[in-house]
């Protein structure tokens, strides 16, 4: 009897199934996709520090200062003296605000660090209105609209002094310093070749006609400072002053310069020659380059009705232009009658 053969047919079945199963295997691997890669990258470097301790100035935000009208002619006013080294000169100049012009006193001022000088503010005709451009530190003097604010600001440039030596040296042929105060001190006569004029803005009707050099563009481009805080309370105390609005005072303002910023009541205030109520002037003041302008129109007749150097006028009226007050008749005193002469005894008469 013949034994069964048994079946190969097993050995392909299982070979099937391992080849099937590695496929398998096999297909996963490609089909899945490996996790992003991660690049670190370092943050940037801190930017580098400013400079200048405070940062470059800019004109503030928003609608720029502008009028319809323009602003008033320049005070006449004498300079107080400086209060002490260091400080500098800002002249005054008519600000607008509460819709109308006031005034901003001129006053000595410690500038935001050695070395810069003051480019004073002015307003200029542009586009049918009036347009201010505000003052501001810096290595140099910028251009300022060709007005003559007198001390020193002729129109170009300033000429009151300069820093030498990490000191401010003043021209006291031009600005005014107590040599007793102040010792860093030169005198050099400066010649002006402008026309002294009160104008307070350039360009349009009646404007000063100037415009910026070559080197006063480039002096724009410098790294400026803006005024300083003590400035500021300066200008916002003046428009809070309503004794400084030009409505108030005609143009002649009482207070048209300080010793210091926001001084206005402080001993050494300065009132413009013309003004109602403006305060005599210091001791030691400097007149400005106007004042004899300013006080022929500001004269006031003396009280005994006289010339003032004590001579009658050459075409016999008063001063200010008007014929000398009458005086009060005096009653006359009544002569006395002359009694007779009594006759003189000499020796040997009887």
């Known amino acids: 009897m013949s034994k069964p053969k048994r079946s190969n047919t097993t050995l392909p079945l299982a070979g099937a199934l391992l080849a099937v199963s590695a496929v398998m295997l096999l297909g996963g691997c490609v089909v899945a996709t490996p996790p992003p890669r991660v690049v670190y990258a370092p943050p940037p470097p801190p930017p580098p520090p400013p400079a200048y301790s405070q940062p470059a100035y800019a004109e503030p935000a928003g609608e720029p200062i502008q009028a319809n009208e323009p602003p008033p002619a ?35 001022v410690q500038p935001p660090q050695v070395g810069v000088l003051w480019t004073p503010g ?23 609209g060709g007005v003559n604010y007198g001390f020193g600001y002729g129109g170009v440039g300033f000429v009151g002094g300069r820093w030498a030596g990490g000191g401010f040296v003043y021209n006291r042929a031009v600005v005014n310093v107590n040599v007793a105060v102040i010792h860093n001190t030169y005198n050099e006569t400066v010649v002006n070749n402008v026309t002294v004029n009160r104008v307070s803005f350039n360009g349009g009707p009646h404007g000063v006609v100037a415009a910026p050099t070559p080197q006063e563009q480039t002096y724009s481009q410098e790294h400026h400072f803006a005024p300083t805080p003590m400035q500021q309370q300066h200008i916002q105390q003046a428009a809070r ?29 300065v009132g413009a020659h013309g003004s109602v109520a403006a305060n005599a002037r210091p001791a030691g003041a400097l007149p400005s380059p106007g004042a004899q302008r300013s006080q022929v129109a500001s004269a006031q007749p003396p009280a005994n009705g006289q010339h003032p150097n004590g001579q009658p006028p050459a075409n016999g009226q008063h001063p200010n232009g008007q014929p000398p007050a009458a005086k009060p008749q005096q009653p006359k005193p009544q002569q006395a009658k002359p009694k007779p002469a009594k006759a003189e005894k000499h020796e040997g008469d009887k």
């Open 241 to 269: 002053n309503p004794s400084l609005a030009a409505s108030a005072n005609g143009g002649h303002p009482a207070i048209a310069a300080t010793p210091r910023p926001g001084a206005f009541n402080a001993p050494g205030v």
């Open 74 to 108: 320049l005070p006449d006013y004498d300079q107080p003296p400086c209060p002490t080294e260091g400080y500098l000169w800002t002249p005054g100049y008519w600000a607008w605000g509460g819709g109308g012009y006031y005034w901003v006193p001129g006053t000595w």
């Open 122 to 144: 002015y307003w200029g005709f542009v586009g049918g209105v009036y347009r201010f451009n505000a003052g501001y530190w810096g290595p140099h003097v910028g251009f300022y």
